[in-house]
């Protein structure tokens, strides 16, 4: 069925490849910064000011300050320095709150201060995965120091209200962070409308290399470093800094700011879900909220079919059953099982995410090949 196929790559959740104006920063910079950063010399200032420069682009992108802006390896180490340099300056015996559908990178350290002595709430979540703003109220005690929510799920989408929640945080005088790996640089993501404290940011989500990250921590906010030496990132993050993924990243913000609020990709994404109805009818579920959601994402799913089983008679279709990290498990997602799904539908799930250069030719070839394999 595959041979003299296209490929088609549908997995932009999972990683975009890397834009050609970032590639094109990142071939600049190979020549010209290869000083350190922080060596106050000829070699070493164009390093610094490279850095300096990409980290005003991420801090324009998110409409925050240069200065809060801390270059991290990647989103877990962003989520881990929040979680983990709050509990650390806060006290060990201190409260958590989070959700039900968080990525692991969120769920795992707080699974372990848990072992440390921390308490965490998990609130749940309704059948489109979104949660109730009043169940994490309800959920704040005089013990609970930060509560952390998702911007947006990597699987089905959903758009979490972080403005509403950081409002009931800040009211109580916790604070708040968003993990914002899937979200920047798709749908608006400015820290002072969010009214986060802390946000997280991943490069290869957003057409920049793998490794490099970003947390943004509000001015003013005290953090224990998860990283300590020499003193790099304002005391922050020390490790000497990256300078060529700190630049590749800092140029994919720049760029994203012509993509964040246009409506292309919805169009497509939605032209998708169209096309797969009319062939499929009531065999495929939309998971996720109906409109609440990333404009590139749609999970659906196949009843009484089993989404990986569907993908391996598909070889040139590039798509995921839910997390990167987790393919190769035919278990059901976590998240649809928080979210109600039942069994026979959630083991039939795939997620399609699409990017900047997916086509309405690369949408009708999936629908064709997915008719095929069903029939």
């Known amino acids: 069925m595959m041979a003299g196929s296209p490929r088609i790559y549908l997995d932009h959740n999972a990683s975009t490849p890397i834009a050609p104006e970032v590639v094109a920063a990142i071939t600049q910079s190979l020549a010209e910064t290869f000083g350190n950063p922080s060596s106050r010399h000829w070699a070493g200032l164009p390093a610094h000011e490279a850095v300096e420069r990409a980290r005003g682009q991420v801090a324009a992108l998110l409409h925050?300050?240069?200065n809060e802006i801390v270059f991290t390896s990647g989103g877990s180490e962003a989520n881990n320095h929040a979680l983990k340099g709050v509990y650390f300056a806060r006290g060990r015996d201190a409260h958590i709150i989070t959700t039900t559908v968080e990525h692991p990178a969120i769920l795992n350290p707080?699974?372990?201060?848990?072992?440390l002595g921390a308490?965490?709430?998990?609130?749940?979540?309704?059948?489109?995965?979104?949660?109730d703003p009043d169940d994490v109220a309800r959920a704040i005690t005089p013990g609970t120091v930060?509560?952390?929510?998702?911007?947006?799920?990597?699987?089905v989408g959903t758009v979490q209200p972080?403005?509403?929640?950081?409002?009931?945080?800040?009211?109580?005088?916790?604070?708040f962070h968003t993990d914002a790996a899937q979200s920047v640089g798709k749908i608006p993501a400015r820290v002072e409308d969010l009214g986060v404290d802390m946000l997280s940011v991943v490069g290869h989500k957003m057409y920049a290399p793998k490794g490099v990250g970003v947390l943004y921590v509000r001015n003013g906010l005290g953090l224990e470093p998860l990283i300590h030496g020499a003193g790099h990132e304002s005391g922050r993050r020390s490790g000497t800094e990256n300078t060529l993924l700190n630049i590749a990243l800092g140029a994919a913000c720049e760029l994203a700011q012509s993509w964040v609020g246009t409506d292309t990709i919805r169009q497509l994404r939605d032209q998708f879900w169209d096309l797969l109805q009319a062939r499929f009818g009531e065999r495929v579920v939309l998971n996720g909220h109906p409109t609440g959601r990333l404009p590139n994402t749609l999970n659906v799913s196949f009843a009484g079919k089993i989404g990986a089983d569907i993908l391996r008679h598909i070889p040139n279709l590039a798509a995921s059953t839910g997390l990167a990290c987790h393919?190769?498990?035919?278990?059901?997602?976590?998240?649809?099982?928080a979210m109600g799904v039942p069994p026979e539908a959630g083991m039939g799930a795939i997620r399609f995410s699409l990017g900047r250069t997916t086509t309405r030719q690369e949408i009708e070839q999936t629908v064709d090949w997915l008719a095929d394999t069903l029939r």
Request: hydrophobic content about 40%.
């Open 64 to 66: 925050s300050s240069a």
């Open 110 to 115: 707080c699974r372990f201060l848990e072992r």
């Open 119 to 131: 308490s965490v709430t998990y609130v749940p979540v309704d059948h489109f995965g979104r949660v």
């Open 146 to 155: 930060l509560i952390s929510v998702t911007h947006a799920n990597s699987e």
């Open 162 to 175: 972080i403005s509403e929640i950081a409002r009931i945080a800040h009211e109580r005088g916790v604070l």
């Open 327 to 337: 393919e190769g498990c035919t278990e059901m997602s976590p998240v649809l099982r």
